[in-house]
T-cell receptor
């Protein structure tokens, strides 16, 4: 049973526009959520996180929104840059003893 | 800076070979993890460890074993490699379980089993 889902395998956006990546989860006991970015042939790098007690967290061009009633989170990248082209994974944790549950990933392509 | 290193970036092995993947972290983290990444399936947890000599099965432990003799080192062992174990293997580490357990990843090992 997939507890964390990213339903869009890919997303293409024009440079300078907003990128919105989505993630849904089923377990209401998750305490926090994270987004990771992964370039080909590299390990994922941590991007931004949000606690379940918040609904928004911002870090520069990256903002994560959490809608607990809908069990949905999204990552907004504004403005998008070609260097943002990568696979983005959302992850959830907090009731898993240190484990994170990852989504399938969304490949973002930002075109110049 | 947190540093997680993996012994090889690319490996090619034959079916039936025993394969060792090594991971070392330099941040004195208690937790260490092994994942595999396959297209469309995301990151799936194979095994993890909370402390030296401790190990716990993840979601897909079949065909794998692990060893953690020292805090900084976590090894993944494929006892008898098979073609369906061709994948990207990722090691990660984090501080002891608690709030916002950010995991830090190594660069990955691309394993091909022929």
């Amino acid at each position: 049973d997939q507890q964390v889902k990213q339903n869009s395998p890919s997303l293409s956006v024009q440079e300078g526009r907003i990128s919105i990546l989505n993630c849904d989860y089923t377990n209401s006991m998750f305490d926090y959520f994270l987004w990771y970015k992964k370039y080909p042939a590299e390990g994922p790098t941590f991007l931004i996180s949000i606690s379940s007690i918040k609904d928004k967290n911002e870090d520069g061009r990256f903002t994560v929104f959490l809608n607990k009633s809908a069990k949905h989170l999204s990552l907004h990248i504004v403005p998008s840059q070609p260097g943002d082209s990568a696979v983005y994974f959302c992850a959830a944790g907090g009731n898993q003893g240190g484990k994170l549950i990852f989504g399938q990933g969304t490949e973002l392509s930002v075109k110049p | 800076d947190v540093k997680v290193t993996q012994s090889s970036r690319y490996l090619v092995k034959r079916t039936g070979e025993k394969v060792f993947l090594e991971c070392v972290q330099d941040m004195d983290h208690e937790n260490m993890f092994w994942y595999r990444q396959d297209p469309g399936l995301g990151l799936r947890l194979i095994y993890f460890s909370y402390d030296v000599k401790m190990k716990e099965k993840g979601d897909i432990p079949e065909g794998y074993s692990v060893s953690r003799e020292k805090k900084e080192r976590f090894s993944l062992i494929l006892e008898s490699a098979s073609t369906n174990q061709t994948s990207m293997y990722l090691c990660a580490s984090s501080f002891m379980a608690g709030f916002a357990d950010t995991q830090y990843f190594g660069p990955g090992t691309r394993l091909t089993v022929l």
